[in-house]
């Protein structure tokens, strides 16, 4: 029972903020979720690496007997780093995790999900990904590649019944954007973030689970190729 109920779901980045959130709620939903992460989470995967996500693509296979929907969530930022501040280096390892991971959820899960009948993919993009943002050059461009990465994919993979999406957050309080609100609270402006947003604050992690959920679910079942803001009308001021 529940809204993803007998679904099985990888979700990566699962070990804190929005992964962890989503694993919970989609739990709470009655789906069984394969929660992967570097730290912390039930299976230790790096999401950018072809081995590890054929492994836990395997395991949804052979533990559970099904694979219906993946979460393409783990990612990195570039913090405060500008482009002249940044090296190949870290620009090759935020698009591995940030780009490179979703392309390798997509092409090792799709063709199980399709197996079974179809599902959905979900990959977390940002509003980074659509406009400049926190997080530096290389964080936007690996976001606005996830976004343009979901709809090449939702086009092969239509005739499949496996529906692929983004979820495109605002700014979340997570581990990852600590160092916004603690350079906001240092400067004793801290409310100040909150009013740059149209709600009037920040979101938390559990808004991004679920608009996740919407997605997983048999609900969102016309919804492809899709990029869902998530951000409480800031991108749209
Ligand atoms: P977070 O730092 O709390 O969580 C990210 C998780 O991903 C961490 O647990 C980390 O260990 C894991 N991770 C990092 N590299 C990994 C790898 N190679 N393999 C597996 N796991 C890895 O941050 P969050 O805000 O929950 O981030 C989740 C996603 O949301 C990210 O893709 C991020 O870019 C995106 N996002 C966040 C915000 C925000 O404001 N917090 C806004 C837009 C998009």
């Not at 606005?144 to 239509?158: M, P, R």
């Not at 499949?160 to 600590?178: D, F, K, Q």
Request: hydrophobic share 45%; with cysteine; charged share 20%.
């Amino acid at each position: 029972s529940g809204r993803l109920g007998g679904k099985v779901i990888i979700v990566t980045g699962a070990g804190s903020g929005i992964g962890k959130a989503t694993t919970e709620l989609f739990r709470a939903e009655g789906a069984t979720v394969i929660a992967a992460d570097l730290k912390g989470a039930d299976h230790q995967a790096d999401a950018g690496r072809e081995e590890d996500i054929v492994r836990l693509v395997e395991m949804a296979t052979q533990e559970h007997g099904a694979l219906h929907g993946f979460f393409a969530n783990a990612g990195i930022s570039g913090g405060l780093a500008s482009i002249f501040e940044q090296s190949v280096e870290d620009w090759n390892e935020i698009l591995r995790v940030n780009l490179i991971g979703p392309f390798l959820a997509i092409k090792h899960a799709a063709p199980v999900i399709k197996a079974q009948g179809g599902g959905s993919i979900i990959c977390t993009a940002s509003v980074a990904g659509l406009r400049s943002g926190a997080g530096g050059p290389a964080y936007s461009a690996s976001k606005a590649g996830v976004i343009s990465l979901v709809k090449s994919a939702a086009q092969q993979l239509a005739t499949s019944n496996v529906r692929v999406n983004a979820i495109c957050p605002g700014l979340i309080e997570t581990g990852m954007t600590e160092f916004v609100y603690e350079r906001a609270r240092a400067k004793g402006v801290e409310d100040r973030l909150g009013h740059l947003n149209p709600l009037r604050r920040g979101g938390v992690p559990g808004e991004i689970a679920q608009a996740a959920l919407f997605l997983a679910s048999d609900e969102s079942s016309y919804v492809n190729g899709h990029a869902l803001v998530v951000d409480g009308g800031l991108s749209s001021s």
